[in-house]
């Protein structure tokens, strides 16, 4: 999957010397249950802190239709995703948080956290 990374476009961070939080709602995530080849529905919350980079949105969206044919269980997409934006982004803080669509009456949410340097805290909420 890693493959699909060159697809990220950035841009510089006009605020580099300040901590401000990003947040991107992804509604309409869709992959592949690996067992099944049935399709998995979710939505991606990814908030960040960003450093010298910020992701560009487009290339987001193009990036994320990838995983549409992508047979993965939840917590390896999820974890697949954040490895990604935090090899292009190096940002401060990033956080990303998948809620799937219940799946015979069983909803899952996998939540993924990459902090830059020790001694970081998460943001406020």
């Known amino acids: 999957m890693t493959a699909f990374r060159a697809i990220l476009e950035t841009f510089d961070n006009q605020f580099p010397e300040r901590d401000y939080t990003i947040e991107i709602l992804c509604p309409e995530f869709t992959s592949v249950c ?3 080849g049935q ?12 450093d010298r980079l910020c992701i560009e949105l487009k290339s987001l969206k193009l990036y994320l239709q990838k ?10 997409v999820t974890n697949q995703i954040l490895e990604d934006l935090v090899a292009v982004l190096a940002p ?6 998948a809620s799937f669509t219940p799946r015979g ?4 949410t996998v939540t993924a956290q990459h902090t830059a340097t020790l001694g970081s805290l998460e943001p406020s909420r």
């Open 105 to 108: 009456g069983i909803s899952t």
């Open 34 to 36: 690996p067992r099944t």
């Open 67 to 76: 995983y549409r044919n992508e047979g993965l269980f939840y917590e390896t």
């Open 92 to 97: 401060r803080w990033m956080k990303l948080e």
């Open 39 to 50: 399709p998995d529905f979710g939505t991606l919350k990814i908030n960040y802190i960003p």
